[in-house]
């Protein structure tokens, strides 16, 4: 079900809102790091009047590469754990955080098919990381498992996880 003055899903556009308004209040700053999703995270937060007071930068890092060179992941993580791992999205929120003036950055990377699976990593495999600003404790990461649903679904149910985590 669409919301009427959104594009987006009721479900998504309900979350982005609360996001928005909850950061806003709080007068935190929001960095996203996508891969999986390819902008979806932060497509919502911009669909939502005000985001601009909460939503610093996003960065779509789809490939290796991308992850590399605009949020300084490195090498060797991605060839010793590969791109959907939780240190590959605890290196993507670093950098997200340490490139911008957010208080807070989510990554997230996975598989979505419905190819590139593998035994380790199933299609519907997502991992996120959290990171806060100030928070030298341990890296907030989480591996999902979303089964073999389609690449819309296994992506929106990653854009409704991201959304969450982006909430104070």
Not at 46 to 74: C, F, H, Q, W
Not at 85 to 94: E, F, G, L, T
């Amino acid at each position: 079900m669409m919301d009427n003055s959104s594009l987006l899903p009721a479900e998504i556009a309900e979350l982005a809102r609360q996001v928005v308004e909850e950061n806003a209040a709080s007068g935190r700053k929001l960095a996203v790091a996508e891969s999986c999703t390819g902008g979806l995270v932060a497509s919502a937060l911009t669909e939502i009047a005000g985001s601009s007071a909460v939503l610093d930068r996003s960065y779509v890092t789809y490939s290796n590469e991308a992850k590399m060179e605009m949020l300084d992941v490195p090498l060797e993580i991605i060839e010793t754990f590969g791109a959907v791992s939780i240190a590959c999205v605890w290196a993507m929120a670093k950098g997200a955080l340490e490139k911008s003036g957010a208080d807070v950055a989510v990554a997230i990377s996975g598989v979505a098919g419905p190819t590139g699976g593998t035994n380790l990593k199933p299609v519907g495999t997502v991992v996120f990381a959290r990171l806060i600003r100030g928070d030298e404790g341990e890296p907030q990461g989480e591996l999902k498992q979303f089964g073999q649903n389609s690449r819309a679904e296994i992506r929106r149910q990653a854009t409704l996880c991201a959304l969450e985590l982006l909430l104070p």
